[in-house]
């Protein structure tokens, strides 16, 4: 048994100085490396009216990101199918099947990706709501199933796609639904951590096998900041811990450059929510993210990794990955310390 899978989740940062042209060139850059390094999946984050992320129109990005890489898998982490009617993402996933065949995954949140306000004005001509994302999901599923005969609403494109169907969540909400219906579940771990391991428990113990998956498959989401030594990851870290401050105080930003001293700059209520939402993170050398990633792995018995990081210099954002890379490459069979 190799290693773990590990994947990528990019939030397609858009950085103070930058802009989003900018970010989608990174993307891509990023994308071909992982690629090379060896990650299996390469994620891209539906957010709205948020200044640091460029990921918006997310099947664009997703594309953007496919036509430029070759096998590894692309998809969305993930389209928040509230904001859409079901027909209109089986179309668009459907045209990525057909342009990048086999390699194109859908995860579905039931949050809305961004503040109320901004929920309203996306979701104006929809009927429906958030308390309808169970029935959305399998109308959407019902989208990319072979034709029937008599079926009157089909997607052209769409039917047949296979189109790999995840269900998203940082609650136990998610968990309960995505085991029902016998689809992978991805855990967003990396800033929702608190129902980790109640959520990972529900959705085995629940879990359906189903034609898409037999047995139950959890990916959980993790802030990773790698870099040569402790003290740099900790440097480093300050982009997304101020970014988290910004986003919580309901300013959200472009993703700053580090500072030092950041935290000797925070009340304690913003170091306890910190020390909240990065309570999974790996922050440090190769030696402690090997470390942290492995009492992880150890803990939840995770089937898959998705790593995030969000740092400001695009070079060391690379680095990041690949020192992850070759973490990875450390951890022996089954993901663990060999």
């Known amino acids: 048994m190799s290693a773990i899978p590990f994947s990528v989740l990019d939030l397609a940062p858009i950085v103070q100085g930058g802009d989003a042209a900018q970010a989608f060139r990174n993307a891509l850059d990023l994308a071909r490396h992982a690629e090379r390094w060896g990650f299996a999946r390469y994620w891209l984050a539906e957010h709205h009216n948020m200044p640091g992320i460029a990921s918006a ?17 692309v998809g969305a982490g993930g389209i928040m199918l509230p904001n859409h009617a079901p027909l209109v993402i089986a179309e668009q996933f459907g045209t990525l099947d057909a342009l990048y065949p086999g390699r194109i995954d859908l995860g579905l949140g039931r949050a809305p990706g961004t503040d109320p306000l901004t929920a309203r004005a996306l979701r104006r001509t929809l009927v429906g709501d958030v308390d309808r994302f169970p029935e959305d999901v399998a109308e959407l599923m019902d989208y990319f199933r072979p034709l029937r005969p008599g079926q009157r609403v089909r997607a052209f494109p769409g039917a047949g796609a296979k189109v790999a169907i995840w269900i998203l969540g940082s609650s136990l909400y998610g968990a309960e639904l995505a085991a029902s219906m016998g689809l992978p579940y991805a855990f967003a771990s990396h800033f929702a951590p608190r129902l980790l391991m109640p959520a990972i428990e529900i959705y085995r113990r629940n879990f359906r096998p189903s034609e898409a998956l037999a047995r139950p498959h959890v990916m959980l989401g993790v802030n990773v900041v790698a870099a040569g030594n402790d003290a740099e990851a900790d440097f480093l870290l300050t982009s997304l811990q101020q970014a988290f401050v910004n986003l919580r105080s309901g300013h959200p930003t472009a993703l700053p450059p580090p500072v030092e001293g950041f935290a000797a700059s925070l009340t304690a209520e913003q170091a306890a929510m910190l020390d909240d939402v990065l309570a999974c993170a790996a922050i440090g050398s190769a030696e402690t993210v090997h470390r942290r990633l492995s009492a992880l792995i150890a803990r939840t018995g995770a089937d898959e990794l998705v790593l995030t990081s969000q740092i400001h210099d695009h070079g060391a954002r690379l680095r990041s990955f690949e020192i992850a890379a070759e973490v990875r490459a450390g951890l022996g069979p089954g993901g663990r310390e060999p």
């Open 57 to 73: 129109a997310t099947s664009l990005a997703i594309s953007h990101v496919a036509a430029g890489t070759s096998s590894i898998r």
